[in-house]
């Protein structure tokens, strides 16, 4: 069994451009959701896509988006970025059929705002 | 709004000794909470998973309780060692919404040899 995945690694880039991050759902699951963890604070939820759509959201900007695949992969896209979009950002796959609700996490992608 | 608190922020202790990391929430209709494990720079280690309908559980030397009456959680570890220095947070698992997970800012634990 494939646990979740998250690429890239580490990411820089510069204020005002745009990025994208990948995960990889754990095999079986099909809902996943994203979360910001900025330096030296818990995760902060971002938003949870279900079946591709979108099932909830915290409180971030429109500029923050997503996209599921048909695979229940999951993309998150942030445009215009700014100095305080630097974070981890980790996804989490779960399973609507398990009883649990339990959320499994990959090792996150570190982005860094110049 | 589900928030989260952990107490203490940072705890230093010398190894073998046993501590508490404390948890406390203020929205009792939870699915389930969820202590985890964070090295610096990393990702999260799932360490337990306590359903709402359950009071602790264990796994080796770490006992997680919950009183979801009184929004409270507690991560006993028992005979520390330096290995287990790392950041704990604790997370609810809402009922609402996405289900999603509320953490807590974490406790910054270091175990002295």
Do not use: M
């Not at chain 1, 510069?14 to 754990?26: N, P, Y």
């Not at chain 2, 999260?44 to 306590?50: A, V």
């Amino acid at each position: 069994e494939t646990g979740v995945t998250q690429s890239p690694t580490h990411l820089i880039k510069t204020r005002g451009q745009q990025v994208t991050l990948r995960c990889s759902s754990q095999s079986g699951h099909n809902t996943v959701s994203w979360y910001q963890q900025a330096l030296g604070q818990g995760p902060q939820f971002i938003f949870q896509y279900y079946r591709e759509e979108e099932n909830g959201r915290g409180n971030f900007p429109p500029r923050f988006s997503g996209l599921q695949f048909p695979n229940y992969s999951s993309e998150l896209n942030v445009n215009a970025l700014e100095l305080d979009d630097s974070a981890l950002y980790l996804c989490a796959s779960s399973s609507d059929r398990a009883s649990s609700y339990e959320q499994y996490f990959g090792p996150g992608t570190r982005l860094t705002v110049t | 709004k589900q928030e989260v608190t952990q107490i203490p922020a940072a705890l230093s202790v010398p190894e073998g000794e046993n501590l508490v990391l404390n948890c406390s929430f203020t929205d009792s209709a939870i699915y389930n909470l969820q202590w985890f494990r964070q090295d610096p720079g990393k990702g999260l280690t799932s360490l337990l998973l306590i359903q709402s309908s359950q009071r602790e559980q264990t796994s080796g030397r770490l006992n997680a309780s919950l009183d979801k009456s009184s929004g409270r959680s507690t991560l006993y570890i028992a005979a520390s060692q330096p290995g287990d220095s790392a950041t704990y947070l604790c997370a609810v698992q809402d009922q609402t919404g996405a289900n999603n997970l509320f953490f807590g800012t974490g406790t910054r634990l270091t175990v002295i040899p």
